[in-house]
T-cell receptor, first 110, second 112 residues
Framework: GIQVEQSPPDLILQEGANSTLRCNFSDSVNNLQWFHQNPWGQLINLFYIPSGTKQNGRLSATTVATERYSLLYISSSQTTDSGVYFCAVPREGSGSRLTFGEGTQLTVNP | NAGVTQTPKFRVLKTGQSMTLLCAQDMNHEYMYWYRQDPGMGLRLIHY???????AKGEVPDGYNVSRLKKQNFLLGLESAAPSQTSVYFC???????????FGAGTRLSVL
């Protein structure tokens, strides 16, 4: 199955800073999803982004499918952005069974 | 619109006991999934369903059974709980193949 690697594993920011999280995957995929797990454990889907760029407020994501990576940008970070960010891709490149990366633990300090 | 609802939120079991986790979704989604999340790891797929009356094995299915008797409900059963099944369990649903997955709030299970 596909391998998913996320970097960095941990990131500490001061409020207001910008950051970029990266997700590399080992094979072609037809979709990629970014999730945020808040400190209370709730998982929220941020982006469904098989290719191209999408923006939602202070967050944006870009997937370059031909080069097998995706980036999640967080601008003007806030303490509420803290938590773990996961990317996930289909196990066989397509389909509904997702393989998750191990996540990036983000801490935003006031 | 409640989305995906999991019950219970917390449970403590003794080794060998059985229990059922319930997942309900009100979005008329065809696909439903059960994942487990362990410390320092991402989510791993246990079982999933592509429609009412169907189930399939995921990445880590051993020790679990599932049923999808109604489209809106997906049940995860542990017949004889083991300490290795201590984990946080998440249910998710999606409209179709490759679509966005929406997650429940999770069930924290401890097996002593």
């Amino acid at each position: 199955g596909i391998q998913v690697e996320q970097s960095p594993p941990d990131l500490i920011l001061q409020e207001g800073a910008n950051s970029t999280l990266r997700c590399n995957f080992s094979d072609s995929v037809n979709n990629l999803q970014w999730f945020h797990q808040n400190p209370w454990g709730q998982l929220i889907n941020l982006f469904y982004i098989p290719s191209g760029t999408k923006q939602n407020g202070r967050l944006s994501a870009t997937t370059v499918a031909t080069e097998r990576y995706s980036l999640l940008y967080i601008s003007s970070s806030q303490t509420t952005d803290s938590g773990v960010y996961f990317c996930a891709v289909p196990r066989e490149g397509s389909g509904s069974r997702l393989t998750f990366g191990e996540g990036t633990q983000l801490t935003v300090n006031p | 619109n409640a989305g995906v609802t999991q019950t219970p939120k917390f449970r403590v079991l003794k080794t060998g006991q059985s229990m059922t986790l319930l997942c309900a979704q009100d979005m008329n989604h065809e696909y439903m999934y059960w994942y487990r999340q362990d410390p320092g790891m991402g989510l791993r797929l246990i079982h999933y369903s592509v429609g009412e009356g169907t189930t399939a094995k995921g990445e880590v299915p051993d020790g679990y059974n599932v049923s999808r008797l109604k489209k809106q409900n997906f049940l995860l059963g542990l017949e004889s709980a083991a300490p290795s099944q201590t984990s946080v369990y998440f249910c998710a649903s999606s409209y179709g193949l490759g679509n966005i997955q929406y997650f429940g709030a999770g069930t924290r299970l401890s097996v002593l």
